[in-house]
């Protein structure tokens, strides 16, 4: 599975930005799509992730009420709609999928098996 992840950019802080991720196929009917960020000198860290059949979410504490992800199962597309930004959302976004993971790994980033290049996100103050 190959997923390729655009939308990164410069934003001001207070401002919006969307990245999306296409898949070039979906493995199971579990299939799991989400995004992970990695900002400088810490650790990579889970932002939200997406079942595509049926659109169950997950998001991180830092982003609930800012950030929506959301699919277009049609298109193996995932969305990540990011509004009031912050300069901490400064970091490369990573786009990742999994057809066989579980509800509970969501969050850990070695469960997923299919990782796309990082796009990177640039909140100024």
């Known amino acids: 599975v190959q997923l390729q992840a655009s939308g990164g950019g410069p934003v001001q802080a207070g401002g919006s930005l969307r990245l999306s991720c296409a898949a070039s196929e979906r493995t199971a009917w579990r299939f799991v799509m989400g995004w992970f960020r990695q900002a400088p000198g810490k650790e990579r860290e889970f932002v939200a992730a997406i079942m595509l059949n049926g659109g169950t979410t997950d998001y991180a504490d830092s982003v609930k009420g800012r950030f929506t992800i959301s699919r277009d199962t049609a298109k193996n597309t995932v969305y990540l709609q990011m509004s009031s930004l912050k300069p901490e959302d400064t970091a490369v976004y990573y786009c990742?999928?999994?057809?066989?993971?579980?509800?509970?790994?969501?969050?850990?980033?070695?469960?997923?098996?299919?990782w796309g290049q990082g796009t990177l996100v640039t909140v100024s103050s």
């Open positions: 990742v999928a999994d057809g066989t993971i579980i509800r509970s790994s969501w969050t850990n980033a070695a469960a997923y098996d299919y």
